[in-house]
């Protein structure tokens, strides 16, 4: 999986473009964030690419789908892992807050921190575990999305879940973080002089090739065809 995904942005015999304009997207969007719209529907293509085996890059072609597919992707993304992220962190400041503001009480100051703090432990703990769940659900909910070619389709959660249980899957999802994070520790040390971008784009590409390549071998293990 790895080798083949690692390939994938070689094989094009002309990668030039692809990355001189991922590269462009990526590095606006540090000013208008807006720009990394266009950028999360190439990926999702990049993504079909490894769910079907095609290889050669897409092109930055139809503008329109693009930018539609990038906002399919945003708002998957916000409801399998941006919600349960805020909840997170609002959960913990108040529990921090809450902990912080008890100690100014002079009666049962102890059993009032000890409380707050089991309480949002308790809570932050699970907005934890949706988080991870979330971010190991979501490609495959973009996978589905894309291999029924509608929007609703990764909001079936049952259906998604079935998919993201496999171990075909979860492999390629940890490899495609493991990428993601090496990829973007060099990148964005080399950002500062406009070489890690793309290297950025490089590995964005090989990170959502891994995923598609982990739902097709998911469907695959279920029986079920890929497209």
Known sequence: MLDEALSYPRDDDDPLMPFLIGSGLLLVSFVIGVTIIPLYGYLLQVLDD???GARGLPEF??????IVDGLKMFVVNLLYTGIPGVIMGVVVSITVFAA?????LDQGAGAVILVVLLVGGLVSLLALALVIAGSLMMPAALGRMRAEDDFSAALEVRE???IAKNSDYLVAVVLAWIVAFVFGLVGG???????GLPILVYGFMVTFHLYGQGYARAVEAAGRPAD
């Open 50 to 52: 490894g769910r079907t």
């Open 61 to 66: 072609e139809d503008w329109e789908t693009i």
């Open 189 to 195: 040390l080399l950002s500062i002089i406009l070489v």
């Open 100 to 104: 912080l503001f008890s100690g100014f």
């Open 160 to 162: 998604v879940f079935a």
